[in-house]
């Protein structure tokens, strides 16, 4: 690569510009003649069918009762945990004055202790309850989306 000399500014020039790629032969290959558009994908295939939903078939019927019920599913688990963390905001704040209270380093400590303990087995409670909740809604929505498949959509 040679030297270009620098233009009055004192800036020098790149030796090549940004929209090069632009003058290349890529458009000219052999790619734009290919038979890649001319595959049997093209043909109907089976997931063709599945555009049953599109003119109010089963598989859209099945999909709107699908949707119905994991929206209802996700608003039970947002009321769920809603409900957790409130009664947990409710005990945090019962516990700060409890332990506002405290005489003692000892009855601070105990106190302490017990919150803890509570606090733990809440939240262990609660991780076994969503996770229950969880399974039945996974459950719910898998059998109101379970006329959705390609094979349902196809008939």
Request: glycine residues 8%; proline residues 2%; neutral net charge.
């Amino acid at each position: 690569m040679t030297k270009q000399a620098t233009p009055e500014g004192g800036k020098q020039a790149l030796p090549f510009s940004p929209f090069d790629w632009m003058k290349g032969d890529w458009m000219k290959g052999d790619w734009m003649k290919g038979d890649w558009m001319k595959g049997d994908w093209m043909k109907g295939a089976d997931w063709m069918k599945a555009a049953d939903w599109m003119n109010g078939g089963a598989a859209a019927t099945a999909m709107g009762r699908a949707n119905e019920v994991c929206s209802q599913a996700c608003q039970e688990w947002q009321q769920a945990l809603t409900r957790f963390m409130t009664d947990r905001a409710q005990a945090d704040s019962q516990h700060m004055q409890r332990l506002a209270a405290c005489q003692n380093w000892m009855d601070a400590m105990r106190l302490q202790q017990e919150y803890t303990m509570t606090a733990v087995q809440d939240y262990a409670r609660e991780a076994q309850n969503l996770m229950q909740l969880a399974s039945r809604l996974g459950s719910r929505v898998m059998a109101a989306s379970g006329n959705t498949s390609l094979s349902a959509a196809a008939e």
